[in-house]
Every structure is written in C-alpha cells, then in structure tokens.
C-alpha cells in the first residue's frame, strides 16, 4: 500500500495533467473546425488574384492569337510570305505572354505612351509660352525643362519594364537548367519558381535598385511640378496636367503590382510554354 501511495501523482497534478489535456483537446478541435473555413477564404482569395493575372495574359494574347489565324487563313489561299509572317508575329507574341509580368510591360508601354504624348502635346501646343514655372512658380527650371524631364522619367519607365522582365525570365530559365528540368513546348514552370525568380531579380538586380531611384525621382518631380503650376496659375486641366498625372499614377500602379508579386504569391501561378523557349 505504501509501494502504491509513493507512485501515486498529487491530487493536484493529476488535476492540472487533466485540465491541460482537456485543453489540448478543445484547442485540436477548434483548428479542426475553423481550419476548412479559413482554408476556402484563403483558396478563393489566391484564385480571384491568379484569375485576374490570367485574365490579364489573356488579353495580352490575343494579338498573337489573331495573328496565328491570319496565318492559317494566308497557308490555305497559298500566300506563303505573307503566312510565315504572320507565323513570325504570332510566335513573338506567344513567346511574349508565356513570361510572367507580360501585363506589367503592357501597362507601363501604355501609360508611358500617353505620359509622352501629353507633355509632348503640352510642349507644342503654347502651354509653356502662358506658364512660367521658374520665375512664378518657384520651380528651379523653366515650363519645357519639366516637361523635357517629365518625358525622359516616361521613357525611363518605358524601358524598365522589358527589361525586368527579362531579368525575372533569365532567372527562371537559369534556376531550370541548374535543376536539369528540359523545357520544351507544353512545359510547365511552377509558380514557386516564377515567385523565387521575381524576388531574387527584385532584392539583388543593380537595375532594379538604379530603377528605384529613377521611381521614386520620377514621383517627386511629377508632385512638385503640380505645385508650382499651381502658384504659377498654370492651367493644370489641359495637357501639361494630365503628363504629371500620368507620372503619378504610373508610381503607384508599379509600387502595388510589384507588392502583389512579392508579398502575396496568389498572383504569380505557374507558366506554361506554348511554344519553344
């Protein structure tokens, strides 16, 4: 009896075991409960994000789609030139949008577009012959010496994208070979490595970092310019206006897809080759 007293446990730790395990188990079979939930929030969330990219890519392929059938349609009235050029175009357009951040390129060619045609419309229209930035407004340049840079800063971002592009898709291949992964037409890349490439492009590239800088003089030029246009009593509604709006909006469009693309991994998904790379 003695024997079996002294292996006995205390009425109060046997307690508190209880009590623990009792707590264990309600704790287990919350995260049973709730964990499906939160899983299907987090799944619908990823799949609105990737639907959205991919819609996007879509859109961006449809150039080459048009071209391919144009191709076809020349193969059957035997118009060879004409078919192997359209077949050209369609495989560099192909080619395009099997690269991940091809959406990125096209909304930094279309807004840097219309950033340079509204300062180069504000420059030939007289806008700068009515406002005088430097000597009213207290901008260290005249009227066409911003708009000058604000063109330069919209070729500036024009470039950028291509070029990050490329990086992120060197990057990719580069990882596959190391893997010893053959690519070939139909080849699929998986979205981790699609992410892993973007964010080793965007924490080591010095172009990248270069780029950075250009960004964010870019903004500071483009919202200081509103400024003195504003004390000049520049008018800001016409031309002149709309080119610095441009250059605002182009930061912040940059700043959130590349915060998509980096903190949230539902926006990438996996690429699949259409044709050789």
């Known amino acids: 009896a003695q024997a079996k007293h002294r292996f006995e446990a205390p009425p109060c730790q046997a307690a ?3 009590a623990g395990r009792q707590l264990h188990n309600n704790s287990q079979k919350n995260k049973q409960t709730k964990s499906p939930e939160q899983t299907n929030k987090n799944n619908k969330q990823a799949s609105t994000m990737i639907y959205i990219f991919n819609g996007a890519k879509t859109i961006c392929a449809l150039p080459g789609k048009l071209c391919s059938a144009i191709g076809d349609l020349c193969g059957q009235i035997s118009c060879a ?6 077949d050209a175009a369609s495989k560099g357009c192909m080619q395009f949008t099997d690269k991940p951040l091809s959406s990125f390129v096209i909304i930094a060619w279309i807004m840097s577009g219309l950033e340079l045609y509204y300062a180069y419309s504000a420059l030939s229209g007289g806008w700068t012959e009515t406002c005088h930035m430097g000597s009213a407004g207290g901008a260290p340049v005249g009227s066409s010496s911003y708009l000058y840079l604000v063109m330069g800063f919209a070729v500036v971002n024009a470039l950028f994208a291509p070029y990050f ?27 981790n490595a ?29 919202y200081f310019g509103g400024s003195w246009m504003q004390a000049a009593g520049c008018d800001r509604s016409g031309d002149a206006g709309w080119a610095y709006y441009m250059g605002l909006l182009f930061f912040w469009v940059a700043a959130i897809y590349a915060c998509c693309w980096y903190c949230c991994s539902c926006c990438a998904s996996s690429v699949q080759l259409s044709t050789p790379p």
């Open 81 to 86: 030139p004409i078919k192997e050029c359209c």
């Open 194 to 222: 699609v992410v892993d490439a973007f964010k080793h492009v965007f924490m080591y590239d010095f172009g990248v970092l270069f780029y950075f800088f250009c960004l964010m003089a870019s903004f500071c030029w483009c």
């Open 16 to 18: 508190t075991e209880a």
């Open 165 to 191: 592009q490329h990086q992120v898709w060197r990057q990719i291949m580069a990882a596959q070979m190391h893997s010893g992964l053959p690519l070939h037409e139909g080849s699929k890349i998986e979205k």
